[in-house]
């Protein structure tokens, strides 16, 4: 089990910038896995049952509409190129691929991937941009669209259950360069409220703040159905949450800054099975 720590270092760290809930220190946390490091565990672990038993059940989980509508996009020709997904990769879930042996299984658990354009991380909302403009010869859904958003749900529960890997803390990984530059994010204070994401992700996991337990703040959750928007999610919404939460400046989606925190962000949690599209508060 994940040592509950007490309330107050984060009662301390979040001084006047957050109102803190009952000083409750009973966790719920469970099903808390062992890492060769560290112990890493998921969101889920911290969610409450009821947010956990609406991600069990694909009926029930709000993000499934959205994948749906996605499916359908799936199959339809679009672009100058007058092309489908489906004419390239197959059905989503054909594990040959398609006509170009390109499997959508897989993707979830192994991005953000090296892209040798841009010569960084690409995730895989950037992916499938690129596939609309490269070869559909389309205009790419917008970033956080619903569109957007169910097409990567789609793709990425091919690969739930699968376990997150990532190569990028290797000096001959070409994404190295963009997981030191995530790790130096993860471990810088900024806003008003001078915190780092290590103070609330990494120091205070497994406490409770508002009535909600903090989590490692992991990405194998994402994309996620969250309650509190009562919208799908991209992963760089939440980095921006938790940037405006201490009142720090956002960045862009898909720029740059986040891509690289991404990257750092799968591999602290590299192990952990891939749940998206999953239901967090
Ligand atoms: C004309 C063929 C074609 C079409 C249409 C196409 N793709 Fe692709 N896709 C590719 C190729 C080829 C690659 C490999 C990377 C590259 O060369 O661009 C790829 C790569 C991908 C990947 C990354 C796979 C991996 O293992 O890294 C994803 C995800 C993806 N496509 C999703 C989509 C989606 C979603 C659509 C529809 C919106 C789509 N593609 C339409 C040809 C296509
Ligand atoms: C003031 C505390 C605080 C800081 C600092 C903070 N977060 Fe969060 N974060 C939260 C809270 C609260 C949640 C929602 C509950 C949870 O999952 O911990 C959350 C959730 C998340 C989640 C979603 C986890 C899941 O399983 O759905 C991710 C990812 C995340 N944060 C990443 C970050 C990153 C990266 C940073 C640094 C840029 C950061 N957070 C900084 C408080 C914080």
């Avoid at 049952?49 to 959205?66: G, H, I």
């Avoid at 690969?159 to 190295?176: C, I, V």
Wanted: proline share 6%; glycine share 8%.
């Amino acid at each position: 089990m994940h040592k509950v720590k007490s309330v107050t270092a984060m009662a301390v760290l979040l001084g006047a910038g957050l109102a803190l809930g009952a000083c409750t220190t009973e966790s719920t946390t469970k099903d808390v896995m062992k890492h060769p490091y560290k112990e890493v565990w998921s969101g889920y672990s911290t969610a409450t049952p009821e947010t956990r038993a609406m991600q069990d059940d694909d009926f029930a989980n709000p993000y499934m509409p959205y994948v749906d509508a996605a499916a359908e996009l799936w199959d339809t020709p679009a672009g100058e190129a007058k092309k489908s997904c489906a004419d390239c990769h197959g059905a989503p879930d054909d594990a040959k691929g398609g006509s170009m042996g390109i499997p959508m299984k897989g993707v979830g658990a192994k991005y953000p991937a090296y892209d040798p354009e841009s010569h960084g991380p690409i995730n895989v909302e950037l992916r499938i941009q690129k596939c609309q403009t490269d070869h559909q010869k389309a205009k790419p859904f917008k970033y956080e669209s619903d569109e957007l958003l169910g097409m990567t749900g789609l793709v990425v529960m091919q690969s739930r259950g699968m376990k997150r890997e990532t190569k990028a803390a290797e000096q001959s990984d070409p994404l190295y360069p963009a997981w030191l530059q995530g790790k130096a994010f993860y471990y810088q204070r900024r806003g008003q409220l001078d915190l780092a994401c290590k103070h609330c992700h990494e120091d205070n996991a497994a406490i409770l703040v508002r009535a909600e337990l903090l989590s490692q703040g992991q990405s194998n959750g994402f994309p996620t159905y969250r309650l509190k928007w009562q919208k799908p999610g991209s992963l760089h919404r939440r980095f921006r949450g938790c940037n405006n939460n201490i009142r720090s400046e956002p960045y862009a989606y898909g720029s740059d800054e986040y891509l690289a925190l991404e990257t750092y962000l799968a591999w602290r949690g590299r192990g952990l099975p891939i749940e998206g599209p999953s239901v967090r508060k």
